[in-house]
């Protein structure tokens, strides 16, 4: 039992998926092919459109064999063109109208960069004057670095002698050889020794304290080259620590006085370049409302009003220039109501009524109900004739009635018209 109420429910689920799908479909099929008809026709007119403007643009446009005859004609059809092809102009001043009341609004920007005349701009700094500026600060470290004694790391000038090829004992001969140094007279080598100058054993003598004399002498010289090859060691890592401190230095001090310049001129030209977007765009604001004003004087709407007797009056819809107009409004009676119509601006009228032309209506004043039951009375004095006859018939005897008077007068009315009286009664 359970399963076939299941099975029922099921069923009439899928029945009503089916009706809303088979509906959907059915809606699908009447309404598809009436829209894109519609589409069909909308491109149509688009694709007529397109083709006239092209026409117009090719024979009053465009720089070719074919001349305008009257340039007036030609600036009206250029007009139409672009009044066509460009928005409505009512949309574009209403837009320009919210921008222009926005007192903070930039129709243009420049960025700081692109200032064309920044060497005249108070504050900047030229591009002379920062490399003179530069040199300065070479200068003055310079200065400071020769009056300044620096600590050198030791470990910069610990076991030289490890790092610097030094003669070792027995190779001060090259200092000679190599003429970097020379014997003195006394203690030069002679490549023979003559027999005159051995003529005794102190002579012999005497050369051999030479020969000692002259290991001395290369031994001294030996040392002092070594400890010239050290000093100059020292001092080239002294002097190299030095200049890279200076370089360190002066880097530091050039990129600071070149981010600080940058800063300055950005600054500068920053707030001139804001005077001078501010003022243009004050300038294109001012510009913009004088030329929406004047957009709003020269665009009109010619406005129609007609009567019930198809009488028209016309009137120009403009700002800043009030028109006036009347139109004469007619009821079936013919009666005539003049109604003065002046324009306030281009979008809007103001209609009033003729002074001294009144209406008067009569309301009731006041309404009692009679109830004719209270003549079917018996009469005393009549008891004694005979019997009454009552008509007896299917019919309720009664009914409703109402007057209603109305009056219309007219005086001096140029329109035409005529005083009326009536008097209108309704019974029921």
């Known amino acids: 039992m359970r399963f076939e109420q299941k099975a029922k429910k099921r069923y009439c689920m899928f029945s009503e998926i089916r009706k809303c799908v088979t509906l959907i479909i ?16 909308a491109e149509k007119n688009n694709a007529t459109l397109q083709k006239g403007l092209q026409i117009l643009e090719k024979y009053f446009m465009k720089g070719n064999n074919w001349y305008v005859t ?26 320009l109208g919210k921008t222009s009341a926005d007192s903070s609004y930039m129709y243009v920007f420049r960025l700081p960069e692109n200032v064309p005349d920044s060497l005249k701009v108070p504050g900047y700094f030229p591009e002379q004057k920062i490399e003179k500026e530069i040199e300065n600060i070479g200068v003055k470290l310079q200065s400071e670095f020769q009056n300044k004694k620096l600590s050198v790391p030791l470990e910069l000038l610990t076991n030289i002698e490890d790092k610097v090829k030094l003669l070792k004992p027995g190779e001060g001969i090259k200092l000679f050889t190599d003429s970097i140094y020379t014997f003195p007279d006394s203690l030069k080598l002679l490549d023979a020794i003559p027999d005159t100058m051995i003529q005794n054993d102190a002579d012999f003598q005497h050369i051999l304290r030479l020969d000692s004399i002259r290991n001395e002498y290369i031994k001294e010289k030996r040392l002092a080259f070594n400890d010239s090859l050290i000093k100059a060691y020292r001092d080239s890592v002294i002097a190299k620590y030095s200049q890279d401190k200076f370089q360190e230095e002066y880097n530091f001090r050039k990129i600071r006085f070149i981010d600080s310049v940058k800063v300055n001129n950005y600054k500068v030209l920053k707030n001139y370049n804001d005077s001078v977007v501010h003022a243009v765009n004050d300038s294109i604001s001012s510009v913009i409302n004088i030329l929406s004003d004047y957009a709003n004087f020269i665009d009109t709407t010619r406005l129609t009003i007609s009567n019930l007797t ?22 079936e009676q013919k009666d005539s109501l003049s109604v003065l ?25 006041q309404t009692k109900d009679f109830d004719f ?10 008891n004694g004739v005979g019997k009454k006859y009552e008509v007896e018939t299917p019919w309720r005897l009664g009914g409703d009635g109402s007057v209603g008077f109305t009056q219309t ?3 001096n009315w140029k329109k035409g018209g005529q005083s009326a009286l009536s008097l209108l009664i309704v019974l029921k």
């Not at 460009?86 to 209403?94: N, T």
């Not at 403009?318 to 007619?330: G, P, S, V």
């Not at 103001?350 to 209406?359: A, K, N, R």
């Open 26 to 41: 059915t809606f699908l099929i009447f309404t598809f092919p009436v829209f894109a008809q519609h589409q069909k026709e």
């Open 70 to 95: 009257s340039p007036e004609v030609g600036k009206n059809v250029k007009g139409l063109v672009h009044f066509i092809e460009d928005e409505p102009v009512d949309s574009i001043l209403f837009r």
């Open 310 to 331: 198809d009488d028209e009056s016309k009137i120009t819809l403009q700002d800043q220039n009030q028109r006036y107009t009347r139109i004469w409004l007619k009821n």
């Open 341 to 365: 119509v002046k324009s306030t601006d281009k979008h809007s009228v103001q209609m009033l009524i003729d002074d001294g032309v009144t209406f008067s209506r009569f309301t009731p004043k």
């Open 373 to 382: 039951s209270t003549l079917n009375h018996k009469v005393s004095g009549l």
């Open 409 to 411: 007068y007219l005086e």
